[in-house]
């Protein structure tokens, strides 16, 4: 992969990580109310995860798409559903005290497989895999781009997870972290405008 391909593509994978989108949206309410270290294994899974799902976009399901073509706006329906149920979780968070005792952040495998019904990262892996991949090192370089995604990524959202945390005191007021939550979820539902086109 030459030298500028490569560029770019780091270039893509930041910007694509850092906006906000479900899982910044959701690292952000996560920090903000369970602390960053239980948000470490949301962080991680959402890292791995994608470029799980980056690797299997280049390596073959792309081509399912263009065999089944009933099957992307399907599976773009259900991200939508889940995205909801999701929005509606955030919206009715429990106060910080509450959700220690009660409440749990997302687990590595609850991010992980999160990331196969976020539109934003299909978008992203798509993108990157028909965009970046070079033709000519075939299984290599459909590998390369998610390993770059994975590099890339993970610092990216760990700076929500962050920032949420840093929100943490300010949000200890429960009337702060309800509108906090409520605009998270709102967040959550506007992110599906760009990736659905509705």
Same mark, same amino acid.
């Given at each position: 992969?030459?030298?500028?391909?490569?560029?770019?593509?780091?270039?893509?994978?930041?910007?694509?990580?850092?906006?906000?989108?479900?899982?910044?949206?959701?690292?952000?309410?996560?920090?903000?109310?369970?602390?960053?270290?239980?948000?470490?294994?949301?962080?991680?899974?959402?890292?791995?995860?994608?470029?799980?799902?980056?690797?299997?976009?280049?390596?073959?399901?792309?081509?399912?798409?263009?065999?089944?073509?009933?099957?992307?706006?399907? #599976?773009?329906?259900?991200? !939508?559903?889940?995205?909801?149920?999701? $929005?509606?979780? %955030?919206?009715? =968070?429990?106060?910080?005290? &509450?959700?220690?005792?009660?409440?749990?952040?997302?687990?590595?495998?609850?991010?992980?497989?999160?990331?196969?019904?976020?539109?934003?990262?299909?978008?992203?892996?798509?993108?990157?895999?028909?965009?970046?991949?070079?033709?000519?090192?075939?299984?290599?370089?459909?590998?390369?781009?998610?390993?770059?995604?994975?590099?890339?990524?993970?610092?990216?959202?760990?700076?929500?997870?962050?920032?949420?945390?840093? #929100?943490?005191?300010?949000? !200890?007021?429960?009337?702060?972290?309800? $509108?906090?939550? %409520?605009?998270? =979820?709102?967040?959550?539902? &506007?992110?599906?405008?760009?990736?659905?086109?509705?």
């Amino acid at each position: 992969m030459s030298l500028d391909l490569t560029l770019a593509l780091i270039l893509f994978a930041f910007a694509s990580s850092i906006t906000p989108g479900p899982n910044n949206i959701m690292l952000l309410a996560s920090g903000a109310n369970f602390g960053l270290k239980r948000t470490i294994p949301h962080m991680l899974g959402i890292s791995m995860g994608h470029a799980l799902m980056v690797a299997l976009i280049g390596l073959g399901l792309l081509r399912l798409f263009e065999l089944l073509p009933w099957l992307r706006p399907t #599976l773009m329906a259900a991200c !939508a559903a889940y995205l909801l149920w999701l $929005a509606w979780k %955030i919206a009715n =968070a429990a106060a910080p005290d &509450a959700a220690r005792a009660t409440g749990r952040p997302f687990s590595f495998l609850q991010a992980a497989g999160f990331q196969w019904v976020n539109p934003k990262a299909w978008y992203m892996g798509i993108y990157a895999q028909t965009q970046y991949a070079p033709e000519d090192a075939g299984w290599l370089g459909a590998l390369f781009v998610p390993l770059v995604f994975a590099l890339v990524n993970l610092p990216s959202v760990a700076v929500w997870a962050a920032a949420g945390m840093g #929100l943490k005191r300010w949000l !200890a007021v429960p009337g702060r972290l309800r $509108a906090f939550n %409520i605009t998270m =979820a709102l967040l959550l539902v &506007a992110s599906l405008y760009p990736m659905l086109g509705l």
